[in-house]
């Protein structure tokens, strides 16, 4: 498989010099990213390889991840550990001498109406006890992957971090609950943290073999097969896309703030139709292929895009990657890898 780092390295590099992650902080520091394997984690661990980290754990149940996403440093260590079924020791274990710690492992949204008792598990008592076991060994701050999902409603012009959480899937409560378990261990113990409520993350690699396609890849992969684009409903529904190089970024910025104790969107504040990005999405393909319009799911008259302004006061957040050209480096990398 091409590897989507290495057909863009000029332009990776190039973004990294940009980057001000105040990454002094995180000099000779001992980082653990839960999650590391998947399309998010993988990126924090690419990007933060670019630091003077002195280690990074990455602890993945492997279901949806795969090691091929992580660079090849010395500094990286797999642990292939399951947060439903490991205990606060064996955590502590694997976790010694971490200073910072990203938690992104999670059942995912599809998995509430799937697999309802492994959202649970993993997500709600697997974070309880990873809090208690960074909590031992002295972690100075986390930075929690939540999501849109908190709040429930799927129909407003802007989602504010001040919208009462009303959500209606055990994954949005589980993120809920992920949010006040912080909120409790920061008052109660003094460990910082930055909830980040991710809107519609896209970009390479984010299908790599397993998990969830999203209707970007998917679309894409039609379109580099010679097959017409599906829409579902009428392709009003629209979404705030982000595209992944701009998520990792201010997520690693999350850490090395002074922020804590709050809670922040990361989006575009933008809302493209799935008409309006299908659209794109031939024109970037070369395409003469129409759409084929298939039954309304569950996203028909849907609204989901946020207000990033919390975002942009405590950690300059910024979309630096439009969507045109973030769409052009994701189907390149489909198209190299189909």
């Known amino acids: 498989m091409v590897s989507y780092?290495?057909?863009?390295?000029k332009l990776d590099m190039l973004y990294l010099n940009t980057m001000n992650?105040?990454?002094n902080k995180l000099d000779k520091a001992t980082v653990t990213i839960t999650g590391g394997c998947g399309f998010i984690g993988s990126f924090l661990v690419k990007f933060l390889v670019s630091?003077?980290?002195?280690?990074?754990?990455?602890?993945?149940?492997?279901?949806?991840?795969?090691?091929?996403?992580?660079?090849?440093?010395?500094?990286i260590e797999v642990h292939k550990l399951d947060l439903a079924e490991v205990n606060e020791?064996?955590?502590?274990?694997?976790?010694?001498?971490?200073?910072?710690?990203?938690?992104?492992a999670a059942e995912k949204h599809n998995q509430s109406f799937d697999t309802p008792a492994d959202v649970f598990e993993a997500n709600i008592a697997g974070f309880y006890r990873l809090m208690n076991a960074a909590k031992s060994i002295g972690v100075k701050k986390v930075v929690f992957s939540s999501s849109l999902y908190v709040y429930g409603a799927t129909t407003k012009d802007q989602f504010s971090e001040s919208d009462i959480p009303r959500p209606h899937t055990l994954y949005g409560l589980s993120k809920h609950f992920g949010e006040e378990l912080l909120h409790y261990n920061f008052k109660q113990f003094g460990i910082d943290y930055v909830a980040i409520r991710y809107f519609f993350v896209y970009g390479p690699e984010q299908y790599n073999g397993t998990g969830y396609k999203s209707v970007i890849v998917k679309n894409f992969e039609r379109l580099c097969?010679?097959?017409?684009?599906?829409?579902?409903?009428d392709g009003k529904q629209s979404l705030d896309y982000i595209?992944?190089?701009?998520?990792?970024?201010?997520?690693?910025?999350?850490?090395?703030?002074?922020?804590?104790?709050?809670?922040?969107?990361?989006?575009?504040?933008?809302a493209y139709t799935i008409n309006e990005l299908t659209k794109k999405m031939i024109a970037i393909a070369g395409s003469n292929l129409d759409p084929v319009y298939e039954e309304k799911d569950i996203t028909h008259n849907t609204k989901r895009v946020c207000s990033?302004?919390?975002a942009k006061e405590q950690l300059g957040f910024e979309e630096t990657v439009g969507i045109d050209e973030g769409l052009k480096r994701t189907y390149n990398w489909v198209k190299?890898?189909?």
């Open 243 to 270: 595209y992944i190089d701009d998520i990792a970024t201010f997520t690693i910025k999350a850490m090395t703030s002074t922020a804590t104790d709050i809670t922040l969107n990361f989006g575009s504040e933008k």
């Open 308 to 310: 990033a302004v919390l």
């Open 89 to 104: 020791v064996a955590l502590e274990k694997v976790m010694k001498g971490t200073h910072f710690l990203f938690h992104l």
């Open 51 to 75: 630091t003077a980290v002195k280690k990074i754990i990455v602890i993945d149940h492997l279901k949806y991840g795969s090691k091929n996403r992580l660079p090849d440093d010395k500094r």
């Open 225 to 233: 097969n010679g097959l017409a684009p599906i829409i579902k409903g």
């Open 5 to 9: 780092f290495c057909l863009e390295k």
């Open 21 to 23: 992650f105040n990454s």
């Open 336 to 338: 190299h890898n189909k």
